[in-house]
């Protein structure tokens, strides 16, 4: 039987923490890090495209499912996206974990 301690001491050998570099030559597609800390960021769109501050965008996404994983991946699997050059997530929310039965 694979008790939850064993599962978390296999992922911690497996995902070994590392600083997230994300390359700023990448000019192709806008990534979080060319709105971070910019101020807020106006979002509008037209009949074409999402815009943000004026600039169209065009979204790369992949998406998490967080009980498919355990909490001390989550951060690392989040780095990836932003280093392999996701500009979204979508992220999974089975709503029975959140609202408990009356």
Not at 25 to 54: C, H, M
Not at 76 to 98: C, K, Q
């Amino acid at each position: 039987a694979d008790t939850r301690s064993d599962r978390e001491a296999m992922y911690s050998r497996l995902f070994q923490r590392a600083p997230v570099l994300v390359p700023e030559n990448r000019r192709s597609v806008k990534s979080f890090w060319d709105y971070a800390n910019q101020g807020p960021i106006n979002v509008t769109y037209d009949e074409r495209a999402i815009l943000l501050n004026g600039e169209r965008v065009l979204f790369l996404s992949g998406s998490m499912h967080p009980l498919r994983s355990t909490k001390e991946t989550w951060e690392r699997a989040l780095d990836d996206a932003v280093h392999h050059g996701l500009n979204m997530v979508t992220i999974y929310v089975f709503w029975a974990a959140h609202q408990p039965f009356p």
